[in-house]
């Protein structure tokens, strides 16, 4: 499976979701959202990271700053996903961020989606061991000469 294909799966959802109301009438969508949407995005960035090192873009980071490294842009990502909640409230009237409380929760399920994924991929699951690019399904990059 690509790396890519869940978040945008997630985005399609998420779509739907606004479209037919869902988010108001199922109680803890959003928050499961939330969730899945750090983990997805974990899987994004675990997916390009084993990438940039497969073709010798960087060197190998390791387990811990592989972790890190996931766990920070997860993060960075729930912010900028928070930012677009409130644009779209402010300028188009939708109903995304109900309360302060309700930002902070949906901040911490997104970097706790980022941290389970990297604590399950890069410690508990048994690839693991074989570093960062054996995750890799990329294509080698092209040398043209």
């Given at each position: 499976?690509?790396?890519?294909?869940?978040?945008?799966?997630?985005?399609?959802?998420?779509?739907?979701?606004?479209?037919?109301?869902?988010?108001?009438?199922?109680?803890?969508?959003?928050?499961?959202?939330?969730?899945?949407?750090?983990?997805?995005?974990?899987?994004?960035?675990?997916?390009?990271?084993?990438?940039?090192?497969?073709?010798?873009?960087?060197?190998?980071?390791?387990?811990?700053?592989?972790?890190?490294?996931?766990?920070?842009?997860?993060?960075?990502?729930?912010?900028?996903?928070?930012?677009?909640?409130?644009?779209?409230?402010?300028?188009?009237?939708?109903?995304?961020?109900?309360?302060?409380?309700?930002t902070v929760?949906?901040?911490?399920?997104?970097?706790?989606?980022?941290?389970?994924y990297a604590?399950?991929?890069?410690?508990?699951?048994?690839?693991?061991?074989?570093?960062?690019?054996s995750r890799?399904?990329?294509?080698?990059?092209?040398?043209?000469?």
């Amino acid at each position: 499976m690509k790396y890519y294909y869940p978040i945008v799966g997630l985005l399609v959802l998420h779509g739907v979701f606004q479209a037919l109301d869902t988010y108001s009438s199922v109680r803890h969508l959003d928050s499961g959202m939330h969730l899945a949407g750090g983990i997805a995005l974990g899987m994004v960035v675990l997916g390009m990271l084993a990438c940039t090192v497969s073709r010798g873009w960087c060197p190998d980071p390791g387990q811990h700053l592989a972790m890190v490294l996931v766990v920070s842009l997860v993060t960075t990502g729930a912010v900028c996903w928070e930012f677009y909640e409130w644009i779209s409230d402010a300028f188009f009237g939708t109903r995304l961020q109900l309360t302060v409380a309700d930002t902070v929760k949906d901040l911490l399920l997104g970097m706790l989606g980022g941290v389970l994924y990297a604590v399950f991929s890069l410690v508990i699951h048994p690839a693991a061991k074989h570093g960062i690019a054996s995750r890799s399904e990329c294509k080698p990059a092209r040398h043209e000469g």
